[in-house]
């Protein structure tokens, strides 16, 4: 019987010297959540080679299929999202992601089913599973090795990619990944080369140098992102489709690393409604009651609660559209939702993506931010790793 504070502690202030002490970070991080972010370049390279060990082959035997389904849940159900916008809208069939219990009903035998769990025994992704062997559609297992999803991959003698478990599942979003992107590459659906995962892999280990605990906050970007959010109302809003994949996921990972309340999503989206929270009570409202005189490094002057922004620009490559004009009105779109932030005084941080790939400029907006997600939990003296409330849900939930 738990009394609803079992393990729960931290500060609500922020203790912004404590992300200059590396030894203290180690101290506060006792399950290594920064050592396990570190290693995403490493999730690219590894999950790539055991993905070749796997049959993939035997998924293109019947050819191209009518839809591919993507099950799971939290982390693993972000990889159907990723695949969708890697894939694109020129994809030659329908990508969709699925984060519920079976599989929709019109799955079929023309189907493919891809099922990821990084523990290999979440509902979702072994119900699927299950789903899509008993109606005969063709299946691919993403998860934990000797695990209930490995054995129900193995009586549909479907191909089984494991996901080595060093990692917990917030932190293993490569690993899932990329033997995602790489079962949809055989099948046809998704242009996804071996240079694209090397150099997906080198801006990971780049960003992860960059955020690293023994680099000081004026010089760390992830230490400087967590410090401005500090104390905030995150907004997070991507300017294309990969950036609000993107967003997406640093609203999930400021939610369960930080325990920050968040509001996420696509730019487009908000500029037919959400933007104006901006003008709310705590955007321009707020912002307007801030006394001027007052030091901004001292953050919330008057104690109140504010917005602060964060903008994942893609502003990348069109090379399969005939026409510019999509970038344009993202970049339009997004110069013109910092234009009203500045305007109302809210303060914004925009993280601009780089590389060639779709796939490096994705990796390029969600390394910095997975790193300030959990720079933010330690400032406040949580232990990322450990969510009370999520062990406390699952024995309520199991009763």
Known sequence: MMDGTAGVSGHRHADEALLDDPALLGERDPGGML?????????????????????????????????VVIAGIG????????????????????????????????????????????????????????????RGARLVAVGAPDSQLQSVAERARAPFIPVPRRAPARASLWALTVPVLLAARTLGLVKVNEADLAETAARLDADADRCRPTAESFVNPAKSLALGLSGSVPIVWGSSPLATVAARRFGDTLSA??????????????????????????????????????DPGD??????????????????????????????????????????????????????????????????????????????????????????AITEMKELANQ
């Not at 309340?261 to 801030?290: I, M, T, W, Y």
């Not at 994942?312 to 970049?331: I, K, S």
């Open 257 to 294: 690393n930080s325990r920050y309340p968040v509001v996420s999503g696509a730019l487009g989206e908000a500029g037919r409604g959400r933007v104006g929270l901006l003008d709310g009570v705590f955007g321009g409202l707020a912002e307007g009651e801030r006394d001027i005189f007052a």
């Open 35 to 67: 050592r396990f972010t570190a290693s995403a370049g490493a999730q690219v390279r590894e999950s790539a080679a055991l993905a070749a060990e796997a049959n993939l082959g035997v998924l293109a035997d019947d050819g191209r299929p009518r839809a």
């Open 75 to 134: 982390t693993a159900g972000r990889t159907g999202d990723v695949l969708a916008t890697v894939a694109g809208p020129r994809c030659p069939v329908p990508v969709i992601p699925h984060r519920s219990a079976g599989v929709p009903g019109w799955v079929g035998a023309a189907d493919v089913v891809i099922a990821v769990s990084a523990s290999g025994r979440s509902p979702e992704a072994l119900g699927a599973a299950e789903a899509a062997h008993r």
């Open 299 to 388: 953050g919330d002057d008057d104690g109140g609660v504010r917005l602060r922004l964060v903008l994942l620009r893609d502003g990348g490559l069109n090379a399969d559209d005939d026409t510019d004009e999509p970038l344009a009105v993202e970049e339009r779109r997004a110069d013109a939702v910092q234009t009203l932030a500045e305007r109302r005084g809210v303060r914004c941080d925009v993280v601009t993506a780089e590389g060639g790939s779709a796939l490096e400029r994705l990796a390029s907006l969600v390394a910095v931010p997975d790193f300030a997600s959990i720079y933010l939990a330690l400032a406040h003296g949580l232990d990322p790793m450990a969510v009370p």
